[in-house]
């Protein structure tokens, strides 16, 4: 069963910064992929950021240029670095991974932690 934990959250003001990490509970180098979503309260789930296992990086329009996304397989860990922060990054955020199995791709989740900036 795989777990991912969210950490790092919390309440900022605008243009500050804070590093989410998302931990697994196995090897990160089994996924074909993770990412970060984000959810603010009346929106659907949107991607922010994802990194494949080469280290490939794709990223929202609104969030290039300040958040980075990147991966420690030795700590079975994926990072968000979050700068100049705005009042619309507000959401809870999500960790995701993406296990590919045959022709089958399996989503994990994680519990999700509150990003609160401030104007």
């Known amino acids: 069963q795989v777990q991912l934990v969210e950490s790092g959250g919390g309440l900022v003001q605008a243009g500050g910064s804070l590093r989410l990490s998302c931990a697994a509970s196995?090897?990160?180098?089994?996924?074909?992929?993770m990412g970060w979503y984000r959810q603010a309260p009346g929106n659907q789930r949107e991607m922010v950021a994802t990194?494949?296992?080469?280290?490939?990086?794709n990223y929202a329009d609104s969030v290039k240029g300040r958040f980075t996304i990147s991966r420690d397989n030795a700590k079975n860990t994926m990072y968000l670095q979050m700068n100049s922060l705005k009042p619309d990054d507000t959401a809870v955020y999500y960790c995701?991974?993406?296990?590919?199995?045959?022709?089958?791709?399996?989503?994990?989740w994680g519990q999700g932690t509150q990003v609160t900036v401030s104007s």
């Open positions: 995701n991974a993406k296990r590919l199995v045959i022709a089958t791709t399996y989503d994990y």
């Open positions: 990194i494949t296992r080469n280290d490939a990086t």
């Open positions: 196995g090897s990160i180098n089994s996924f074909s992929a």
